[in-house]
């Protein structure tokens, strides 16, 4: 059974720090691309940064210079510095297998929430 699991996630105030992990079972972690998303209250789920195998990463314009992404063996991180408030969202982390792109399993989210 694959279960992606994220944690890291809580209260912080503007312009402090958190870093999220996912870590995932039932799955070999080297053969899939990773992600982050994150879904705010009324809006979409959006991606906020991205992984491959190989280390390439991509970032949402509006992380860009404050979120780093990162992945070994077993786990995948975002270290987010400079927190805003409109950083505050459910955080998602997702798997997509690398030859078959069909083949996608997410977390179950986390609370990421950044108020003074």
């Known amino acids: 059974q694959v279960q992606l699991v994220e944690s890291g996630g809580g209260l912080v105030q503007p312009g402090g720090s958190l870093r999220l992990s996912c870590t995932a079972s039932g799955i070999m972690f080297s053969t899939y691309d990773l992600y982050w998303y994150r879904q705010a209250p009324g809006n979409q789920r959006e991606l906020v940064a991205g992984?491959?195998?190989?280390?390439r990463t991509i970032y949402a314009d509006s992380v860009k210079g404050r979120f780093t992404i990162s992945r070994d063996n077993a786990k995948m991180y975002l270290q987010m510095n400079s927190l805003k408030p409109e950083d505050t969202a459910v955080y998602y982390c997702?798997?997509?297998?690398?030859?078959?792109?069909?083949?996608?399993?997410w977390g179950q989210g986390i609370q990421v929430t950044v108020s003074s």
């Open positions: 997702r798997a997509q297998n690398l030859r078959n792109s069909r083949m996608i399993y």
């Open positions: 992984i491959g195998s190989d280390g």
